[in-house]
């Protein structure tokens, strides 16, 4: 196990009817924002029930943040924030409204060009208070510090993380995922799989007890991704969806082990350039990623056949291929495509990802920095 | 899944050489007063650390808190921290040191007879700071808000918890429990795994990855506990060992799900009338607790059978059997002896205990209410 420091502050209320916790959650004075999305929340009752929760408290609202949330949106946001004087802000979404807020927190108290928060570092001495109210189980930002902000000029997607963002309080209803459609439902069970394998699929470092839980979670999204299709009212497989995608990001699983991101890496570039949502681009490159790595991740790739998949390991190198196969399988049982030509996107998408790759200096991604350009370029053609 | 609200702010660092980190986490100005138990920090080095880590801080030292910390004592640390006007409390130790700080934290600033904090819930308004530096892992002490204090003049071990006790941070490193006396890592160990069964083996409620979390740490120090005898200067066993038993009592596995705690209850009234260790107790009560239970939790321990000690299930009345067998060697397998007369104690506990689990409301104990003072009396009378 590596050295770590870990702490996850941020209180959790799951479970039915505990959005009007939020009520006491928020300080009885505070000017509140409230930021969200497209409008979905407004049919599915979420609004209503934040609504009803803040009904002693002063708040604004700011709508339109969308999925990859852009800085140009969310500066608006920011105007609103200084304007008003805000001092909370509510975040009613998914992972995208929740990373567009963080980026507002931090920007309405950047002294500077807040764009330089994503592209330069810049140091964030202080932010608005944030709460979350989370309506699409995916990205765990309900419950982190990091962020993911695009940039519709420079078609640039560009991450940035500070403990002053963490969010304060996060509600999370099981209830309030029923109404969501199949696309964002599957892109929210890929994206906690695929964030639980960045953390686990690396080497062996003798964490035994944070390879067991990433197992568990992987586990459990095995069992219970398909379920949300076939028993699309069954509370417990959303809670469990839900509980599974928080406790893939919040720090906890990565805490002492080496980790990867060379997916994301290249996921994010994909979608900064043609528009895929975030989860379509990982279930594409994870499972050529697995190939291209399947000698630097063997122990794991093994170990993940054998305790999670339940494949007999005897022969390995047909085990880590059933492995690859059945990772790809997954995907398609939540209804994932898996290949760049799913979206008629061809052999041309490998030298357009690989400049923009240079460009962010990703040269050498993965937990050993084993990813080279040429790897990513393969792992591109390979998954036309 | 239930529902549920948790946190846990405790922040976490983990490694060889986390010490000198303490010096960061204290408020410079603050007034330390370090506590710790019998003096083994002096001779493993920990104190030395600890005070080269507070050179530039003004603090004290308060020895003495005994293993199952005593109101008696706990008492004149108060009076300590009231005379120099503490605002920051180092407890240096295992479980009962950070017990014991709690109390003295807690106490410090009641207002009131402290003892009734623990004899009749009262109400803790606020409390001095406190850091842990982790010595023993076992009680998970070191991030929760839970403690446990014995009168030594009633012979009563009473328990409080609030979240105003919790360590705002505690240092978790490995090498310093090398030296620790086999008795103690056996203790920590098996209070480890009690701790996590208390929270797992009740009865289903759709809490997936609870489920899978806890039989991480289950299967954890099933593998690595005997290591700790067999392979004493293995650094990645004690880390295992260390970060299991963190995570069996911080809250986290036991968030949505039924608890039981019915072993707990009786094994803290053994420890208060004859002075066995508080582990030791567990290991004594659990396999008959299993046993006695083994219709109301018939699911949960197949389920245990099966994901953690993989036994073969499809006779299931005999994997119950061995399950239950194998419980009870695991606590052999760490050198822990599991009866009451490997004590020189006989069937006249059985008397004893339930008088005072009846003096203390235990008449009803258990997930469900279901292990009564007779079920208790029967558990007692099986486990001479």
Redesign the interface.
Known sequence: ??????????????????IA?IKNEIPADAKVLVTYGGGSIKSNGVYDQVVDALSEHTWFEFAGIEPNPSYQTCMKAVALVKEQHIDYILAVGGGSVADGSKFIAAAANYDGEPWDILSKGGEIKSAIALGVVLTLPATGSESNGNSVVSNLDTHEKLAFASPLVLPRFAVLDPAVTFSLPNRQVANGIVDAFVHTMEQYLTYDV?????D??A???L??LI??GPKAFSEPDNY?VR??IM??AT?ALNG?IG??VPQDWATHMIGHEMTAMYGLDHAQTLAIVLPRMMAAQKETKRGKILQYAERVLGLDISDKDAAIEQAITATEGFFHSVNMPTRLSDYQLGEEVADKIVQQLERHGMTAIGERGQVTLDTSHAILLASV
Chains 1, 2 share one sequence.
């Open positions: 196990m590596l050295n770590f420091s870990f702490a996850n502050p941020t209180k959790i209320h799951f479970g039915e009817q505990q916790l003798g964490a035994k007890l944070q067991r839980f197992e568990g979670i586990m459990t069992e219970e417990q809670a469990n509980w599974s406790m906890l805490a002492g």
